[in-house]
């Protein structure tokens, strides 16, 4: 079995650009000033500042994310995100959390604390709807598989699980925002990649939303 990933240890975990990386980049605009919140090891925050030039911040709750980070160069504290921040009103210009909403106590404050430190905030998650998972959760009667990552139910780091209508829910409670983008990593199955384009609370499996304060 896996380490168990509610320790956040990236000592292990490889340097490699996930799919959602790209997407969250292009979002950004060149040369903004940017938070990356709980940012692991670094490597999206290198991604922002090597293809848009971006002056980036992040902070990590892991002691282990923090080093590798500060080891890469970047400027990086540890800490919640799910409390308040210690960030100015508007200090940024964008406000970005990374498949890491699902994990966290206060997914509300989150949300809140972005939209008061940054114009524009870029979350994205895993979609607990897509179709496999509902498949998983009719004729199996367990917690699907593919969205625990290789651990356990009771290990994993992922006690949030969210859909996409669950997600605008959330917004609609913290109030104040409104969504500017929408985002997707392809499966790599053209039909699905397909429907996800009808039906993406289905067939989507990441999401990558942008917002901006209304």
């Known amino acids: 079995m896996r380490n168990d990933n509610r320790d956040y240890n990236y000592t292990d975990i490889p340097s490699e650009k996930r799919g959602e990386y790209e997407k969250v980049t292009d979002l ?14 670094g490597v999206l925050m290198q991604m922002m500042v090597a293809e848009k030039n971006c002056l980036v911040e ?4 892991s002691p282990s994310g923090v080093t590798i980070c500060q080891e ?32 966290v106590m206060y997914p509300e404050v989150l949300v809140s604390e972005m939209k008061r430190i940054a114009k524009k ?17 009719v004729l199996m009667g367990r917690m699907p598989k593919r969205m625990l990552f290789g651990y356990k139910w009771y290990n994993t780091g992922h006690i949030h699980q969210l859909s996409i209508s669950d997600f605008k829910d959330l917004l609609e409670d ?18 699905i990649d397909s429907l996800g384009n009808i039906f993406p609370g289905l067939f989507r499996k990441t999401v990558i939303i942008e917002t901006e304060r209304t």
């Open 28 to 41: 950004l605009p060149s040369n903004a000033k940017v938070v990356d919140l709980a940012c692991g090891n």
């Open 58 to 61: 992040g902070i990590e709750i």
């Open 72 to 103: 890469r160069g970047l400027k990086v504290q540890q800490g919640r995100i799910d409390t308040k921040m210690p960030f100015h009103d508007d200090q940024f210009d964008a406000a970005v959390c990374n498949v890491t909403i699902q994990m």
């Open 121 to 137: 905030q870029i979350i994205s998650f895993p979609n607990f709807a897509y179709w496999r998972n509902r498949l998983d959760m």
């Open 174 to 191: 913290v109030g104040g925002l409104k969504i500017t983008n929408v985002r997707y990593v392809p499966v790599g199955m053209k039909i």
